[in-house]
């Protein structure tokens, strides 16, 4: 399904410099969209910077803002979709897991959702048992996903550009993180902090990285070979900036029901340079994603069910 209406929003059309948050020192925000008795979460850009995919309460749906022409696009309105939805290297899929009800029993599937047509494909048949999450190859040619015990593997649709290196894939297995050479077909699975389990394993976009959290711990980042481990202190939902060198995430305050404050913080990766990015004490920022270009964060603010863009200055 596909309908494009327009919302009233204050936008800013990210420029062609690139800031990587190394030295901040001064930031704006704009409200980049807002609609009455809605509400707008987890926003994600587009490799190319000029579309911003967003869901509804509950990762219910996806909609793209497209930044040329001020409108706004459906993609799909089903449940869980929106939920770490992955954009294809190109910026025309939207990879995710949704999921269908029978009564009580949940189902899932695997599918991909064609940004300028409106189409879908569908990857999997609907499981009830589906604890991985979808990922792109890094050429987009594959999609791949830890399923019952095992990789699957699945065309994309994507032609592989051949000067794209797409032999390793990390993912996350048995709550460990999982390195395979698909050429090879060697795995080497790593766990970071024994006896502790992994999740909200991101990939940097030199695919040489990862920022992960650990079950009510900390967030850390790591090498995909194993080494250079370092407890960045606690945070949530890491987003990688272009050049690899830093992340931003969220540092929350809750009382065991709900969230009661959230700030963003950037930091770089060796642990030094943390900067408290928003440092307020009546907004509460959440679910960052730096833009391509290293200029803009996006966040939602859940008690507006607003999405904002914030301006990095250098």
């Given amino acids: 399904m596909k309908k494009v209406f327009y919302a009233i929003f204050l936008l800013i059309i990210p420029t062609i410099n690139n800031i990587y948050a190394q030295s901040l020192k001064s930031f704006s925000s704009e409200k980049l969209v807002s609609t009455p008795g809605e509400i707008y979460m987890a926003p994600a850009w587009s490799p190319d910077g000029s579309m911003i995919a967003f869901t509804g309460e509950g990762y219910t749906g996806i909609q793209i803002i497209y930044l040329k022409d001020?409108?706004?696009?459906?993609?799909?309105?089903?449940?869980?979709?929106?939920?770490?939805?992955k954009w294809s290297?190109?910026?025309?899929?939207?990879?995710?897991?949704?999921?269908?009800?029978?009564?009580?029993?949940?189902?899932?599937?695997?599918?991909?959702?064609?940004v300028e047509t409106g189409e879908s494909t569908t990857h999997t048949d609907y499981r009830t048992m589906m604890p991985g999450l979808p990922q792109w190859s890094n050429a987009g040619d594959k999609i791949f996903m830890?399923?019952?015990?095992?990789?699957?593997?699945?065309?994309?649709?994507?032609?592989?550009?051949?000067?794209?290196?797409?032999?390793?894939?990390?993912?996350?297995?048995?709550?460990?993180?999982?390195?395979?050479?698909?050429?090879t077909n060697e795995v080497k699975v790593y766990e970071p902090v024994k006896g502790e389990k992994v999740l909200n394993l991101e990939v940097s976009p030199d695919r040489n990285k990862v920022t992960f959290e650990i079950i009510g711990g900390d967030i850390y980042s790591m090498n995909i070979d194993g080494t250079n481990l370092v407890n960045l202190g606690r945070g949530y939902r890491a987003s990688w900036s272009?050049?690899?060198?830093?992340?931003?995430?969220?540092?929350?305050?809750?009382?065991?029901?709900?969230?009661?404050?959230?700030?963003?913080?950037?930091?770089?990766?060796?642990?030094?340079?943390?900067?408290?990015?928003?440092?307020?004490?009546?907004?509460?920022?959440?679910?960052p994603a730096w833009s391509p270009d290293?200029?803009?964060?996006?966040y939602d603010v859940p008690d507006e069910g607003a999405i904002y863009i914030m301006k990095l200055q250098d």
Avoid: C, W
Wanted: glycine share 6%.
């Fill in 70 to 85: 001020k409108s706004i696009s459906q993609i799909t309105d089903e449940k869980a979709a929106g939920y770490k939805m």
């Fill in 89 to 114: 290297p190109g910026s025309k899929l939207i990879l995710t897991r949704v999921a269908r009800y029978e009564g009580i029993r949940r189902y899932n599937a695997v599918k991909t959702f064609n």
């Fill in 146 to 183: 830890y399923g019952k015990n095992e990789l699957e593997i699945f065309d994309s649709g994507i032609q592989a550009n051949n000067n794209t290196n797409n032999l390793k894939l990390v993912y996350l297995k048995d709550d460990k993180i999982a390195v395979e050479n698909v050429q």
């Fill in 242 to 287: 272009p050049d690899s060198r830093n992340i931003v995430y969220m540092i929350t305050e809750d009382d065991g029901h709900q969230i009661l404050s959230s700030d963003l913080y950037s930091i770089k990766i060796d642990g030094t340079e943390k900067t408290n990015l928003t440092n307020t004490s009546n907004i509460i920022e959440m679910n």
């Fill in 294 to 298: 290293g200029n803009f964060i996006a």
